[in-house]
């Protein structure tokens, strides 16, 4: 299994079991960490001036009423899936007429267990969402670390609660996507997104992997690097290695991404 909860804590954010040192296998100033500049993916959907003028028409109809809501949701033991759930969250506010709004789910590991994994305490600026919110949502992302391949508990119990929504299929033809946390590197980077994958199917949501729309910083072999086509991710290590500004760059393309296929959607 993966430690794959998360990065060193931000530092407002006080761990319990002191500073632990970080090494990065190159150094940040050598990692190209920018959005690729050719990188069309988006385009047809975030600038009005490539879809037809009746579809940007709709589009700014509807955006100038309200602006359409991506749903950051996530898990994050050590704060690793939360850094990338802030630059996810960057990345959907880059677009225009759309915003994304972070939330956690519900801890599920008593404050004893957690003091003696030494998890840092969760900021209490991001709310716990219930089940039912999401119908709120004009598309979601969500992110957990990896336990043996597959989700943490955590999120399980959160798709677990969501059993009326199924019901009444209130969360059908709705976006979504993943993104993940690892400890190594053949720990479950495409394996965690495709194995939950199965919670979308059954509420008919609409899956969606950012492919290869990263352009070149998804082939590049100079650095260890977390992410896949499934969706952005990051290597954890034993805890204390903090995402690279690739993986984070990733993370925010992914952010852009998702926003600009939920606002060509609401203008279809």
């Not at 009423?65 to 950051?72: G, N, S």
């Amino acid at each position: 299994m993966g430690k794959g909860g998360g990065c060193v804590p931000s530092k407002k954010k006080v761990p319990t079991g002191g500073t632990a040192a970080v090494a990065e296998d190159s150094p940040r100033g050598s990692v190209n960490a920018s959005i690729p500049a050719d990188d069309k993916s988006y385009d047809a959907v975030s600038n009005p001036a490539t879809v037809n003028d009746d579809n940007a028409t709709a589009a700014v109809a509807v955006v100038g009423a309200t602006k359409l809501r991506v749903f950051v949701v996530f898990y994050s033991m050590y704060g690793h899936v939360e850094c990338l759930a802030r630059r996810i969250k960057k990345g959907v506010d880059s677009v225009d007429g759309v915003e994304g709004v972070l939330f956690r789910v519900a801890e599920t590991l008593p404050v004893e267990v957690l003091d003696q994994m030494k998890a840092p305490p969760k900021d209490p600026e991001i709310p716990e969402i219930k089940a039912e919110e999401l119908v709120e949502a004009d598309g979601v992302l969500f992110g957990f670390p990896t336990r043996y391949g597959s989700m943490a508990a955590q999120m399980k119990a959160f798709f677990d609660s969501t059993g009326q929504l199924w019901k009444e299929q209130k969360l059908s033809r709705k976006p979504a996507g993943f993104f993940v946390s690892t400890g190594t590197q053949g720990g479950g980077q495409e394996t965690t997104a495709w194995t939950a994958i199965t919670q979308l199917v059954h509420h008919g949501m609409l899956f969606v992997p950012i492919g290869y729309t990263f352009g070149a910083g998804m082939f590049k072999m100079d650095s260890i690097r977390g992410g896949s086509p499934y969706g952005a991710g990051v290597f954890a290590g034993d805890g204390t290695r903090e995402p690279t500004e690739t993986e984070l760059a990733l993370a925010e393309h992914q952010g852009k991404y998702m926003a600009a296929v939920v606002k060509k959607l609401s203008s279809a």
